[in-house]
């Protein structure tokens, strides 16, 4: 299993009249987790385009739990339990400053050519994940 955490500061401009986070932005949160996660292994999304391979969201599911208000910083747990194939499942946690737990979720990315079809991983990708599963 592979696992990161990261900090974000909720802006004021993601946040709705009554000052919670606005709903649509916990997408938003998963890629920060998600990508910084990447960032940490050592590699981007940029390579990837780079070398033809596109990585997008194919599933997305958000448990709201409770809510997050401006100028909250919070820390976004993001894993992976299950070796990438085609394709890859990240798993999320957000916890408030009181290390509260407000949000958990997952998303399924796909890899493919820049054509949208399916492909599998590029090899440099996969070798990344050697480490953390047998």
Request: proline content about 5%.
């Amino acid at each position: 299993m592979v696992k990161t955490e990261h900090k974000l500061r909720v802006r004021f401009g993601e946040t709705d009249k009554m000052t919670y986070s606005y709903y649509g932005n916990y997408a938003m949160y998963y890629e920060v987790g998600r990508t910084e996660m990447m960032r940490e292994l050592g590699f981007t999304y940029r390579k990837l385009e780079e070398s033809g391979v596109m990585l997008p969201v194919m599933e997305l599911y958000s448990h709201f739990i409770k809510p997050s208000k401006y100028d909250d910083l919070l820390t976004i747990k993001t894993r992976i339990e299950k070796k990438p194939g085609i394709r890859v499942r990240f798993d999320y946690e957000i916890y408030n400053e009181a290390n509260e737990l407000i949000n958990d979720g997952w998303t399924v990315l796909v890899f493919t050519d820049m054509t949208g079809k399916p492909i599998r991983p590029p090899q440099y990708f996969m070798k990344v994940f050697d480490p953390y599963f047998d």
